[in-house]
């Protein structure tokens, strides 16, 4: 893999639930794990297992700045490769602008592309879902001036059931409606937008369709 470490551990395993205070990943609709690698660049791959994927990707969003020097990539889970990691974080500013290529060029490649952030802890919920190398719609809580395309599926029908007829970045943030809303997102959560578009990460099972093992890898300098 061109100066690329790779380690191949011979276990049985099986995937868990992924939960971190504050959860970032990419979703793309391949089963080439290989190739979701190479194509973001990293570095320093080696094979590890779910539970030691999954606390470390807890560990990382609580690193500080070490916080975007790694990621935990799964196998195929029923047609899609996850990577968790700040890095691949739309709120974090110096991010957004790369995750949001990162999918175009994967869904141009691969037809479907998503990234996600949710937040246990309340501080805002973000998604992105891309097709065939086009943004249909980024949504980042923090920052709705960001927004691209307009809500569809779940995200719409949870807004109609909230009262919103419009999109959220059109309502002043003063609006008692946009308050409300912000309070809790009318239960519009990054997860629930994963569940219906690829994958909820939070509930995955041992059962989830998997192949092959979880890997820890080194990512390029965040500018990058």
């Not at 960001?146 to 007829?165: H, K, M, V, W, Y």
């Not at 409606?177 to 990460?201: F, N």
Request: hydrophobic content about 40%; overall charge negative.
């Amino acid at each position: 893999m061109g100066g690329r470490t790779v380690t191949i551990m011979d276990v049985a395993d099986h995937p868990i639930p992924v939960h971190a205070c504050w959860l970032s990943w990419l979703a793309v609709a391949t089963s080439d794990q290989a190739e979701v690698v190479r194509s973001i660049g990293l570095t320093d791959v080696r094979a590890s297992t779910w539970s030691i994927g999954v606390d470390l990707v807890d560990d990382i969003a609580h690193s500080g700045n070490d916080r975007f020097s790694t990621v935990v990539v799964t196998p195929a889970l029923n047609g899609w490769v996850l990577v968790f990691g700040a890095w691949l974080g739309l709120p974090y500013l110096a991010c957004t602008d790369r995750v949001t290529r990162l999918c175009e060029q994967f869904s141009a490649r691969f037809g479907k592309a998503q990234a996600y952030f949710h937040s246990e802890q309340n501080d805002g919920e973000a998604w992105l879902i891309a097709e065939h190398g086009t943004v249909l719609r980024r949504w980042i809580a923090e920052y709705p001036e960001s927004a691209i395309g307009e809500p569809f599926g779940i995200e719409r029908d949870l807004l109609d059931a909230f009262g919103i007829t419009g999109k959220p970045e059109d309502l002043d943030p003063d609006d008692d409606l946009a308050s409300s809303w912000a309070a809790t997102w009318g239960d519009c959560w990054a997860t629930t937008i994963a569940a219906e578009h690829s994958l909820d990460p939070t509930t995955l099972e041992p059962s989830t369709p998997s192949a092959g093992a979880v890997l820890i890898a080194s990512t390029p300098p965040v500018g990058r």
